[in-house]
């Protein structure tokens, strides 16, 4: 069973950083593709990032290019995204997610706030 377990949001002001953590368990972390994907009040699932298994080519989308930063660890089964330069459309439920589209198996989610 496909377990993720994102951690590390929390409120904090514009301009300021973020680093979010997921551990991952149940499937073969270091063979996946992983993304992160966030949900803002009132909108859908937006894909924010991915990273292919072997940590080499990540992608982003254009609204965090620049300031966010996907990473992994696949000897600790974990996936990182460092955000910096939070600004208030960031905020949303941020997603640890199977797969490279953001749209396969997540988990529960943590809240990410940027407000002043």
């Known amino acids: 069973e496909v377990q993720l377990v994102e951690s590390g949001g929390g409120l904090v002001q514009p301009g300021g950083s973020l680093r979010l953590s997921c551990v991952a368990s149940g499937f073969t972390f270091s063979a996946s593709t992983m993304s992160w994907a966030r949900q803002a009040p009132g909108k859908g699932l937006e894909w924010v990032s991915n990273?292919?298994?072997?940590?080499?080519?990540?992608y982003y989308a254009d609204s965090v290019k620049g300031r966010f930063t996907i990473s992994r660890d696949n000897a600790k089964n974990m996936l990182y995204l460092q955000m910096n330069s939070l600004k208030y459309e960031d905020t949303g439920v941020y997603y640890c997610?199977?797969?490279?589209?953001?749209?396969?198996?997540r988990g529960q989610g943590t809240q990410v706030t940027v407000s002043s």
């Open positions: 997610v199977k797969g490279g589209n953001g749209l396969g198996s």
């Open positions: 990273i292919i298994s072997g940590g080499g080519t990540k």
